[in-house]
C-alpha cells in the first residue's frame, strides 16, 4: 500500500513542477521523457499491487509484489537525469 502511495505523491507533486515551471519547453529528456517514465514507474507500481492483491498464497503475492516493484524502482532509477545534477 504505501509504494504506490509515495509513488502517487511523488507523480503529482513531479507534475506540479513540471507544469508550473514549463519543463517541457527545451530539454527532450526533462521535457517529455523523464516525466513519461515516471508515470509508466508509477503505473507499474500499481499494476503490482493489484497483481498482488489478487494472487491466492502468500509466496505468490510476495512474489508479484517484489517483481512489478523492482520494475518500477528500476524504471525510476533509469529515469533518473544525472547529466543535470550539479556536481
Known amino acids: 500500500f504505501f509504494f504506490p502511495l509515495a509513488m502517487d505523491i511523488q ?4 507534475l506540479i513542477v513540471w507544469v508550473l515551471g ?17 508515470i509508466a514507474a508509477v503505473g507499474l507500481a500499481h499494476i ?13 503475492k510476495g512474489r508479484q509484489a517484489v517483481i512489478f516493484f523492482g520494475l518500477s524502482l528500476l ?6 537525469p544525472t547529466g543535470s545534477w550539479p556536481l
Open 11 to 14: 507523480a503529482l507533486l513531479g
Open 75 to 80: 524504471v525510476v532509477l533509469v529515469a533518473i
Open 22 to 38: 514549463s519543463r517541457w519547453a527545451g530539454d527532450t529528456f526533462l521535457g517529455w521523457v523523464h516525466p513519461a517514465l515516471m
Open 48 to 60: 503490482g499491487r493489484a497483481r498482488s492483491e489478487r494472487a491466492e498464497g502468500s509466496q505468490a
